[in-house]
């Protein structure tokens, strides 16, 4: 088992930043990716960035491609997602997860294969 805790959102003016912190225990955070994820109201979860076990390979949704920055640091088992020049479609509920496989080299981007879900942090982005 992994629980996963979620921390940083909040409210924010358009163009403004967010840091999102991931905190994991229970299970050895540093051998599986990590995912972030966001649901806004009435719509699915959806993927946001992904990064591999070693922090070598990151992929990012295209609408957040440039803006957003997903990273880890295995010793103090905690990932990130930093958010910049943020927009009032970034509103959401903010997910991160861990995926269910040792040591992939490449970090997956679909919800069905991640195992561990934290239980999100709001980021509301103001106009």
């Known amino acids: 088992q992994v629980q996963l805790v979620e921390s940083g959102g909040g409210l924010v003016q358009a163009g403004g930043s967010l840091r999102l912190s991931c905190a994991a225990s229970?299970?050895?955070?540093?051998?599986?990716?990590m995912g972030w994820f966001r649901q806004a109201p009435g719509k699915e979860r959806e993927f946001v960035a992904t990064?591999?076990?070693?922090?070598?390979?990151?992929y990012y949704a295209d609408s957040v491609k440039g803006r957003f920055t997903i990273s880890r640091d295995n010793a103090k088992n905690t990932g990130y997602l930093q958010m910049n020049s943020l927009k009032p479609e970034d509103t959401a509920v903010y997910y991160c997860?861990?995926?269910?496989?040792?040591?992939?080299?490449?970090?997956?981007?679909?919800?069905?294969?991640?195992?561990?879900w934290g239980q999100g942090t709001q980021v509301t982005v103001s106009s």
């Open positions: 990064i591999n076990w070693s922090g070598g390979r990151k």
């Open positions: 997860a861990v995926d269910r496989s040792p040591y992939l080299s490449s970090a997956p981007t679909s919800t069905g294969e991640y195992d561990y």
């Open positions: 229970g299970r050895t955070f540093s051998m599986y990716a």
